[in-house]
Every structure is written in structure tokens, then in C-alpha cells.
């Protein structure tokens, strides 16, 4: 019996790998009502022989972790649709996010006790990684959480 191979959709994940490094602006929010600046890294490699890219994301503020997060990227076949399994340093259960790719854009979607939340992965420009977040309680009226400009250090 032959084993399964990668698809075109989960190399088109490999985007993803890398060492990404950069700063986020956080805008006021009811999560962060000061809002502010943060450093944001992400250390993603391809995994399960080319069948996932798992990837560990910490933020520090003035030097400090006060976030951490780890997802593990896959492809749905049947759905055909990217999905990414987060977990972080919120203590929540997992979330499931799921999306597709526009052109070099990564759309994603997710709904939890917390809300409803966008994430956006733009690989448009060479070497550089731009991401957002938005969230909406309602699903309807979103609002910016943060965004950033990652630099692929490797």
C-alpha cells in the first residue's frame, strides 16, 4: 500500500514555516483597554511529513511574555478549507479556525464562548508576514485587536 502524499493545498501551507518576527499594535479595546505595542514571534515548521505546520507564537510587552500560543495548520479535503487548532495561554478550550486562501491572503474564521474572530495572514510581500485580528461578540460589528509586520528571520 502506498502512503498518502502531501496535496498542492498542504504545501501551499509552508508559507507559514519559518522564524517570523515583529512588532503589534494593539488598538483600545474592551480586551486592552490602553492599547499599545508588542513584540511578536512565531516559530512555525512543516510537520507529519508535510501534512501539517505546527506553530509556537509568544508576545512580549516591555520584555514580557503576556501571551503564548501554539496551532497546529492542516488541510480539510472534504470541506476544502485550511484549518488551524489553537491553543494558548488564555486557558480556553481549543479553537478551531477555518479558512481559505485569496491569492498570497490567508482568511480565517472562528466562533467560541468568547465570540466571533477573523485572522488574516497576508504573504503579499516577500519575506514579510502581515497579520490581524478582529473580533466581533455579535459576528456583524468587528472590531480591530491587533495588527502586525512580521520579518522572516529563517
Not at 512565531?42 to 505546520?53: H, N, S
Not at 485550511?82 to 479558512?99: K, N
Amino acid at each position: 500500500m502506498d502512503m498518502q502524499k502531501p496535496s498542492a493545498d498542504h504545501k501551499r501551507l509552508e508559507k507559514l514555516a519559518g522564524i517570523w518576527k515583529g512588532t503589534e499594535t494593539m488598538p483600545p479595546s474592551d480586551w486592552d483597554p490602553k492599547g499599545g505595542t508588542a513584540d511578536g514571534t512565531t516559530q512555525a515548521r512543516v510537520a507529519l511529513d508535510g501534512f501539517a505546520v505546527v506553530s509556537d507564537y509568544e508576545q512580549k510587552r516591555g520584555g514580557k511574555r503576556t501571551y503564548a500560543g501554539h496551532g497546529v495548520f492542516t488541510w480539510d479535503a472534504q470541506q476544502q478549507q485550511v484549518v488551524l487548532h489553537w491553543f494558548d495561554s488564555m486557558g480556553q478550550p481549543v479553537d478551531e479556525f477555518r479558512g481559505n486562501w485569496q491569492g498570497d491572503v490567508l482568511l480565517m474564521q472562528c466562533k467560541n464562548a468568547m465570540g466571533h474572530w477573523k485572522m488574516t495572514y497576508d504573504f503579499g510581500k516577500a519575506g514579510t508576514l502581515s497579520s490581524r485580528m478582529e473580533t466581533a461578540p455579535d459576528g456583524k460589528t468587528w472590531k480591530p485587536l491587533f495588527h502586525g509586520t512580521y520579518r522572516r528571520e529563517s
